[in-house]
């Protein structure tokens, strides 16, 4: 089966740099690539990124303006960032360039073998990407200056919080600025609203009890997979007693 090229974006702020590594590039038919764009500098990758993206950023590190370094750093932020491999005259970088998750280092001038061993590599994580990138719906949230993606099937519940929505599944909590409604929608099937500022996941749901709120009111509330409660409108209560009844047949 004929496998897609590598799609490459070259960063340099020597012409004659990126015209080597093109033709490096061009001649190399194992793992097939192809170039579909060139930059000379951060701000105008950038630009290009957000029109073509890509699979692998040939990057220099010592340009004007923003470096490479940092340039990768603010990649790998992204929701679905490409790949990064160095190209620079210094070798002294090797260290910060793989903190920022580089996939190989190669110094100039660049030899055919080495751009040969940096595009296989490339290619293979690219696979592992595909291969364990998760399937259905996934809420992209932010984490500490990380961008990470949390597929629906990690999601207990979504609960609005004055002006937030706070999103809590089995690997933390979250705080979202999308409103809840349309959360639910990006989620689809398999998640239940429970009350005007709550959705859960059905496959969470533990328990259905009345208990006291923090006014001494009782009311009814549903026990979540991780402990937490959250409570249960009139409205929806037939609802998630059908939910319960569901889970108990299975």
Not at 137 to 155: I, K, T
């Amino acid at each position: 089966m004929e496998r897609t090229p590598l799609s490459v974006l070259i960063v340099d702020d020597e012409p004659l740099a990126r015209l080597r590594l093109r033709s490096l590039i061009e001649a190399n038919t194992e793992p097939p690539a192809r170039v579909v764009g060139e930059a000379g500098d951060a701000s105008a990758a950038l630009a290009l990124l957000q029109q073509t993206p890509c699979d692998l950023v040939l990057l220099d590190i010592a340009m004007p303006g923003r470096d490479g370094l940092g340039f990768a750093d603010d990649l790998r932020r992204q929701p679905e960032p490409p790949l990064v491999v160095f190209v620079t005259a210094h070798a002294d970088h090797a260290l910060r360039a793989f903190e920022v998750d580089a996939t190989d280092y190669l110094t100039k001038p660049v030899r055919r073998e080495r751009l040969q061993a940096a595009l296989l590599r490339a290619a293979e994580r690219r696979v592992q990407r595909a291969e364990s990138a998760p399937t259905g719906p996934v809420l992209v949230v932010s984490d500490r200056g990380r961008v990470l993606r949390v597929p629906a099937a990690e999601v207990i519940y979504l609960k609005a919080e004055q002006k937030y929505v706070t999103l809590c599944s089995g690997r933390g909590r979250w705080t979202l600025d999308d409103a809840l409604a349309d959360l639910e929608q990006r989620l689809g099937d398999g998640f239940l609203r429970v009350h005007r500022n709550a959705v859960v996941a059905v496959s969470a749901v533990r328990a259905l009890e009345r208990r006291g709120d923090d006014d001494g009111e009782e009311g009814w509330s549903v026990q979540m997979s991780n402990g937490d409660w959250l409570a249960v409108s009139r409205r929806q209560l037939t609802a998630v007693r059908e939910v319960l009844a569901a889970q108990q047949r299975e």
